[in-house]
């Protein structure tokens, strides 16, 4: 029982090419597993189970020790076999999450996505790929096109909190050079950003991902702002791109049509809302919300289904904008 114990810690220890493990490092694992075993012993069965056939790893033929490793097409070895509920999980993941994944962890989990593509062929939990999808809020856009070089140095510089060297294009289309210092990604709708300060000033900025010309890694450790965390950052609205002078919810009133009514009762803009019926079958709707061009782009994406009566300032806004588009559209 030992015996086959090992065996299956010595499969274990072996990595897929291109890594590779020396004969000694791998004794040295077996021994530090509490295994009492010498070089010899590992000789052997290393060249017992690779010549049975059951096993297809292989080892160098010109390095002295030698090196083992599996061939990159050999199929996973899964003690026990992956479930059919297991396989639909990594199928969700590979469809919907994939693009959340850092390069080398997808690398990675290819394997496991195959060995999942190959256990649903014999089940009914097959089907339910084809029947869910997940619709983005608003107008769908093709996404942005992101540098291949660059993206693995910001997935390797978040995962080990090591700022990077950049080369960033903003809207201007002005390049500069930036040591990041990364907090977090963001993925809205079609665009990632990268969430981060800039060398030593503290200011919290949002990086679109497809203007990034160039990175490379740096070697110092990532500084995270007193009290900083993602969710916060997001939480106060700040991917909502909050009015600078505003730094309070404001009380909003809005005439809206029936449809809008029966949208809003539905998702509301607020915990607070209330909305009550006017006549003509409209309504007047009252919530407290944060004051963001967010907001603005949601009032002006229902065109004529909504009238803003309070704040002022914001009737006052869309006024003028009312007067520009009609004197455009004459």
């Not at 509920?85 to 195959?114: C, G, N, R, W």
């Not at 539905?266 to 209330?274: A, D, I, V, W």
Request: aromatic content about 12%; glycine content about 4%; proline content about 6%.
């Amino acid at each position: 029982m030992d015996t086959i114990l090992r065996y299956f810690e010595m499969l274990r220890f072996i990595p897929k090419e291109p890594g590779r493990i020396s004969t000694p490092d791998l004794l040295k694992k077996l021994q530090d597993k509490g295994y009492k075993i010498d070089i010899r012993t590992v000789q052997r069965d290393l060249y017992k189970l690779s010549a049975s056939g059951l096993f297809p790893f292989t080892s160098t033929e010109d390095t002295k020790p030698l090196s083992w490793f599996w061939p990159k097409d050999a199929p996973r070895l899964q003690l026990p076999l992956m479930t059919a509920d297991e396989a639909l999980t990594f199928k969700l993941v590979e469809t919907f999450l994939e693009s959340l994944l850092p390069p080398s962890i997808k690398l990675h989990m290819a394997e496991y996505f195959q060995l999942a593509d190959n256990t649903l062929k014999a089940s009914p939990l097959a089907y339910w790929i084809d029947k869910v999808r997940i619709i983005p809020n608003g107008l769908s856009l093709l996404p942005a096109e992101i540098d291949s070089v660059v993206l693995p140095v910001i997935y390797e510089a978040l995962l080990k909190n090591c700022r990077f060297d950049a080369i960033y294009q903003g809207r201007n289309s002005t390049e500069k050079t930036y040591e990041m210092n990364p907090l977090g990604l963001v993925f809205r709708n079609n665009v990632v950003y990268l969430v981060a300060t800039i060398g030593a000033y503290p200011d919290i900025k949002q990086f679109a991902l497809h203007r990034f010309k160039h990175a490379n890694m740096g070697q110092k450790e990532i500084t995270v702002p007193v009290g900083f965390t993602l969710d916060d950052y997001i939480a106060q609205g700040e991917f909502d791109y909050p009015i600078i002078t505003s730094h309070q919810d404001i009380a909003l009133k809005l005439k809206i049509t029936r449809f809008m009514s029966t949208h809003l009762f539905e998702t509301p803009l607020s915990k607070n809302q209330r909305i009550t019926e006017l006549e003509n079958d409209l309504y007047l709707l009252v919530a407290n919300v944060k004051d963001t061009d967010q907001l603005r782009w949601w009032i002006r994406s229902f065109s004529t289904h909504i009238e803003v009566l309070e704040p002022l300032e914001l009737r006052a806004q869309f006024a003028q904008e009312a007067r520009a588009l009609g004197k455009m559209y004459r």
